[in-house]
């Protein structure tokens, strides 16, 4: 073999290789775009948590963050000599004001449970309803400062119409509404 031809092979097999390799490459993958993700509807479980989480930010006055596990939200509220445990039950939330009234509640049945200690057993209480923004004018039970930030207060809105759609019992093979 010549030089020539030597260097005209080794150039082709260069060449091929150059070639075969920029073939090999996988094409980019394509990002999704940012509002797919958003747009995507939570899961109760994370529905659940991220109002857990805005409900232990805003804890109003003497309340003290106990803990939250699937969907049991609990803290403390010292009431003079006494403390009671309360736990709301984001489980049980089904219901809440009506789209047109300034009064943002939440309801159900027995959505909060105050637990005083035996020796203060008489100061035991529930509730169906508990106050989350607006002007509360039916005075429920109102544990949380949201009513000053009218956006997380949207925010929260959408959420617990979310949950309440988790809560709310599905309808049977044979019903038809």
């Known amino acids: 073999m010549t030089k020539?031809?030597?260097f005209?092979?080794?150039?082709?097999v260069t060449i091929a290789s150059v070639n075969l390799n920029a073939q090999k490459k996988s094409p980019a993958k394509s990002a999704k775009p940012a509002t797919e993700k958003a747009s995507a509807k939570p899961t109760k479980q994370e529905t659940m948590d991220w109002i857990a989480e805005k409900m232990k930010e805003k804890l109003a006055g003497n309340r003290v963050f106990i803990s939250y596990s699937n969907g049991?939200?609990?803290y403390r509220k010292q009431v003079g000599v006494y403390s009671c445990n309360t736990t709301i039950y984001l489980n049980r939330i089904t219901g809440s004001s009506p789209e047109y009234s300034d009064d943002f509640f939440i309801k159900g049945s027995v959505i909060s449970f105050?637990?005083?200690g035996k020796e203060y057993e008489f100061r035991n209480s529930s509730s169906n309803n508990?106050?989350?923004g607006g002007p509360n004018y039916?005075?429920?039970?109102?544990?949380f400062e949201f009513k000053n930030d009218n956006s997380l207060v949207e925010?929260?809105?959408k959420a617990f119409a979310t949950l309440i759609?988790?809560?709310s019992s599905q309808k049977g093979a044979n019903e038809k509404f």
């Open 138 to 143: 039916n005075d429920y039970a109102d544990p």
């Open 130 to 132: 508990i106050s989350i």
């Open 165 to 167: 759609e988790y809560n």
């Open 4 to 6: 020539q031809l030597k």
């Open 8 to 12: 005209a092979v080794v150039l082709l």
């Open 114 to 116: 105050s637990d005083c």
């Open 72 to 74: 049991e939200f609990v």
């Open 155 to 157: 925010r929260l809105k």
